[in-house]
C-alpha cells in the first residue's frame, strides 16, 4: 500500500461501491453474487445479504472506518488473555488513510 497509495485508494473506493450498493440494493446483489457463484445458495445467500445490509456500517457512518479504539481493545484482549503467541502492538495492521 505503502508502494502503491493511489492503487490502494481506487481499490477501496471500488470496494466501498460495492458494498454501498450491496446496501441500498440487498437483493439485486445477492442476485448478482448467485450469477457469478451459482453453487451458492440462494436462500442462504439472499438471507445472508438481509442481514449483513445492517451490518456493513453498523458502528460508523462512513463504510470501511476502522476504530483504533475497538482494535485496540480486541488487542488488549487477546494479548491478556495469552490468545497469541506474540502480544500484538496497539494500532498495528490497520489504518484509515486509504479510505475517501
Known amino acids: 500500500m505503502k508502494k502503491n497509495p493511489e492503487t490502494a485508494k481506487k481499490f477501496?473506493?471500488?470496494?466501498?461501491?460495492?458494498?454501498?450498493?450491496?446496501?441500498?440494493?440487498?437483493?439485486?446483489?445477492?442476485?448478482?453474487?448467485?450469477?457469478?457463484?451459482?453453487?451458492?445458495?440462494?436462500?442462504?445467500?439472499?438471507?445472508?445479504?438481509?442481514?449483513?445490509?445492517?451490518?456493513?456500517?453498523a458502528e460508523v457512518k462512513q463504510w470501511g472506518y476502522i476504530n483504533p479504539k475497538r482494535w485496540n481493545r480486541f488487542y488488549n484482549w487477546l494479548?491478556?488473555?495469552?490468545?497469541?503467541?506474540k502480544n500484538i502492538p496497539e494500532n498495528t495492521g490497520f489504518t484509515n488513510d486509504y479510505r475517501e
Request: a positive charge; proline letters at 4%; aromatic letters at 6%.
Open 12 to 57: 477501496l473506493s471500488a470496494t466501498k461501491k460495492g458494498h454501498e450498493y450491496a446496501i441500498k440494493n440487498p437483493d439485486d446483489a445477492a442476485n448478482i453474487l448467485c450469477k457469478a457463484s451459482p453453487e451458492l445458495d440462494k436462500k442462504l445467500v439472499k438471507n445472508s445479504q438481509k442481514y449483513m445490509t445492517k451490518q456493513y456500517k
Open 79 to 85: 494479548n491478556k488473555n495469552k490468545l497469541v503467541k
